[in-house]
């Protein structure tokens, strides 16, 4: 993995945060996005664009949520996972000061 810049990560925040201080509508700004994530999920449940309007809607909205839980789901794993690691690595720790001690 590439090292991180700071100064470039901390000006991109800066970036980031003015231009949403200046959004009146965070909503707007983001609708176009939305709606090709949503265009996605509906061309992955319908590829031939058969469907009925309705359905292929239903069909998407559950795609969405099963892409969202999916990432829920390996956020979480992670999280134990790194849980899992702090606590090997502080007990590591305290068997090595007892050694030196």
Known sequence: MAEKDP????????????????????????????????????REVDPDGTLPVAERARRAE??????????????????????RLTVAADAADAELREVRA
Do not use: C, V
């Open 62 to 83: 559950h795609a969405r949520k099963a892409y969202y839980t999916r990432l829920a789901l390996k956020s979480a794993k992670s999280r134990r996972d790194a849980a």
């Open 7 to 42: 100064i470039r990560s901390m000006t991109a925040k800066l970036a980031a945060h003015e231009s949403w201080a200046r959004t009146p509508n965070r909503s707007a700004r983001t609708a176009k996005a939305r709606a090709a994530l949503m265009a996605k999920f509906e």
